[in-house]
C-alpha cells in the first residue's frame, strides 16, 4: 500500500516523536505455510507482518520509486482502475540502506482492523521529489467522468500506542539527520535490583 497526503506532515500513519511524514510504503506479508490467503492470516493471531518504509521530500528520488512515479508511468494511471505494468523492478530498491528498525504488535489499518499485524517500522526514509508527490496527490480514485476525487489522504488516524510494547535495534548512541538523536539524558527503564544478583 502507498499512503499519502495533500499535506507533506499528514501522509504516513504513523508517528515519529509526534511528527508525520508525506507518505508511508508498507509491504504486507503473510505466512503461505499457516494460512491459504490474506483474508485468513488477517484474522489470525500474528497473521500479517507489515514492513513500513517513511517517505521524504529531497531534490533525489528512490531508485524503485523513481520508476514507479515518473511521468511516464504516473500519466498512464490517473484514474481508477486504470493499469500499467512495470516490467524489471526489483523490490530490494525500494529498502533504504539500513538494517535498523523498531517493531510491535498492532492492527491492520483497514476495516475491520484486526488486531493481528507485527509492524516494522524501517529507521531511514526513501526520497520523492516535491514533483513526484505533486504527481501522486493529482491520482483520482474515480472514474473519469465523475467528480475528482485525489487520493490523498488515504490514512487511517493515528492511534493511541495504550500499553503496547514497543522493541527496537536503534544504536541510540548515533544520531544522523534523518533520525535525530531526542532520547532522554537520563534512562527510562531500570533493571530490577535482583537481577543483577
Known sequence: RL?????DSLGSE?????QGFPGEVQLIHYNQDLYTNYSEAAKSPHGIAVVSIFIKLSE?????LNRMLNRDTIT????????FLLMGLNMADLYPDTTRYITYEGSITIPPCYETSTWILINKPVYVTQMQMHSL?????????KIFLSMS???????P????????NINFSKQGRDCPNNRALRPQYRVNQWLLK
Open 137 to 145: 496527490r493529482l491520482l483520482s480514485q474515480n472514474e473519469p467522468y
Open 3 to 7: 499512503h499519502f497526503g495533500s499535506e
Open 161 to 168: 500506542l495504550l500499553q503496547r510494547c514497543i522493541r527496537t
Open 153 to 159: 489522504d488515504n490514512t487511517r488516524p493515528t492511534q
Open 76 to 83: 498512464r494511471i490517473n484514474y481508477k482502475h486504470d493499469a
Open 60 to 64: 533525489n528520488s528512490n531508485t524503485f
Open 14 to 18: 504513523h508517528l515519529l516523536n509526534g
